[in-house]
């Protein structure tokens, strides 16, 4: 239901847009987060967008380099990195947590996200 894309290759200070398309669910009615999962480490909280757009969370390790919006007639969330750096290579999954509300710290958390992408794979060379 999750489908996410725009993973590569990129050298450090460049920049990368995920996508991720979702079908079958009232997407509007769901907030959006980005997590990320690098090699031998587990899976960490990357940013959250609240059902409208209006609301939005940062890990601070991304914040100001990385921006999430949504475009709820496409059914689609973004994540826009910018300055990347080595230490952003990981698999990075979207997921759907159902809340018509702000998000904020207990956006971070993983197990109140109800549906979750295949993950795209982002590797930043030095």
Same mark, same amino acid.
Not at 30 to 52: C, L, N
């Given at each position: 239901?999750?489908?996410?894309?725009?993973?590569?290759?990129v050298?450090?200070?460049?920049?990368?847009?995920?996508?991720?398309?979702?079908?079958?669910?009232?997407?509007?009615?769901?907030?959006?987060?980005?997590?990320?999962q690098?090699?031998?480490?587990?899976?960490?909280?990357?940013?959250?967008?609240?059902?409208?757009?209006?609301?939005?969370?940062?890990?601070?390790?991304?914040?100001? &380099?990385?921006?999430?919006? &949504?475009?709820?007639?496409?059914?689609?969330?973004?994540?826009?990195?910018?300055?990347?750096?080595?230490?952003?290579?990981?698999?990075?999954?979207?997921a759907?947590?159902?809340?018509?509300?702000?998000? @904020?710290?207990?956006?971070? &958390?993983?197990?109140?996200?109800?549906?979750?992408?295949? @993950?795209?794979?982002?590797?930043?060379?030095?």
């Amino acid at each position: 239901q999750l489908q996410a894309s725009g993973g590569g290759l990129v050298q450090a200070g460049g920049s990368l847009r995920l996508s991720c398309v979702a079908s079958e669910l009232t997407f509007s009615s769901y907030s959006m987060g980005w997590f990320r999962q690098a090699p031998g480490k587990d899976r960490e909280f990357v940013a959250a967008i609240s059902w409208t757009g209006g609301s939005t969370y940062y890990a601070d390790s991304v914040k100001g &380099r990385f921006t999430i919006s &949504r475009d709820n007639a496409k059914n689609t969330v973004y994540l826009q990195m910018n300055s990347l750096k080595p230490e952003d290579t990981a698999v990075y999954y979207c997921a759907a947590k159902y809340l018509r509300g702000t998000v @904020g710290a207990s956006s971070s &958390r993983e197990y109140e996200y109800n549906y979750w992408g295949q @993950g795209t794979q982002v590797t930043v060379s030095s």
